[in-house]
């Protein structure tokens, strides 16, 4: 009546190589300058606001602007990072997702240098203030980069005091990215985090928009390249066939396939969702002892699911 199916492999092995996080790490850090850095050519480059005034948003005419939500924005996001960060280092296979987390964030640093220095929008509104422009004083924008990455970028830390950073949002990036990898990798019978998390991410996302400081098309498209690389990416990482190159699989055209490739292709299967002490206390025999009792019991009480067939 029952066909016996299983459906975790504990031979199934997964190769930490920390050596791939580190390049992923040192991809994601310099996109991060390079985004700084181009905050700052671009911030040379914005209209003044008497003379180029705010382009029309149908959010901005009929909700006016709360001066306050963007700090709640700001909150929000640096909640969210706080919780990402616990969980991963909890995380049994930290190596692996800590890649995927730096890959994608550097991707998405990437590709806001180039909407921002292609196009240059006007301010969203008129309360900005804006930074003096340096014209050219090199020394002086140097230090701006220093201070705008000391400061995580944030306005509250009073990091953040250029314009022209606005296609697309950097705010909605973190809010959505975080809240995504929180999901991805929690065990799914914690909805109840997932919920507070997703309502964390919805507040700072709608707090963006209630302060005028982006406009509304550059939180929707922050959300849709975050969203769909992120969903893109895990995939082609958990479906095998998605990995090889072939006339029918068109995700292997993307430009960063060979990277994709490079950091995946010793990833056998999905990465399940385990948890482990960030420090290992025990000594390497007690931690041989306890890991072949484990294997013993995980052996003799493997998860299995079962799923009911039809007699014949």
Avoid at 97 to 125: A, K, N
């Amino acid at each position: 009546d029952y066909l016996q199916i299983s459906v975790l492999d504990s031979k199934v092995k997964y190769p930490l190589e920390w050596w791939k996080t580190g390049i992923a790490f040192l991809y994601a850090f310099f996109n991060l300058m390079l985004t700084s850095v181009m905050i700052i050519v671009v911030h040379e480059r914005v209209p003044p606001k008497e003379a180029s005034p705010p382009l029309p948003d149908k959010f901005f005419d009929y909700i006016d602007r709360v001066a306050w939500a963007f700090s709640v924005t700001e909150i929000c996001g640096m909640i969210l990072t706080g919780l990402w960060l616990i969980q991963w280092l909890a995380l049994r296979y930290k190596a692996i997702i800590g890649r995927r987390f730096f890959f994608i964030m550097g991707t998405l640093y990437l590709y806001r240098c180039i909407t921002m220095y292609v196009t240059t929008l006007p301010v969203p509104g008129m309360h900005f203030k804006c930074a003096p422009k340096l014209h050219g004083d090199s020394e002086a924008k140097i230090q701006r980069v220093i201070k705008l990455v000391s400061g995580g970028g944030l306005s509250i830390t009073g990091s953040h005091i250029m314009c022209g950073d606005f296609l697309f949002s950097g705010h909605t990036v973190i809010l959505t990215i975080t809240y995504l990898f929180i999901k991805e990798y929690s065990p799914r019978r914690f909805w109840w985090y997932h919920m507070f998390c997703w309502l964390i991410s919805f507040i700072g996302v709608v707090c963006i928009l209630l302060a005028h400081e982006h406009y509304t098309v550059d939180v929707v498209v922050a959300y849709f390249i975050t969203s769909r690389l992120f969903w893109w990416y895990h995939s082609m990482a958990n479906i095998k066939n998605l990995k090889c190159t072939s006339p029918t699989n068109c995700l292997s055209r993307a430009w960063w396939f060979p990277v994709f490739n490079f950091f995946e292709k010793n990833v056998p299967a999905a990465v399940p969702c385990y948890f482990a002490w960030p420090i290992s206390c025990p000594p390497s025999c007690c931690r041989k002892s306890s890991s072949s009792t484990s294997n013993n019991s995980s052996s003799t009480s493997s998860p299995k699911t079962y799923s009911k067939v039809q007699k014949v």
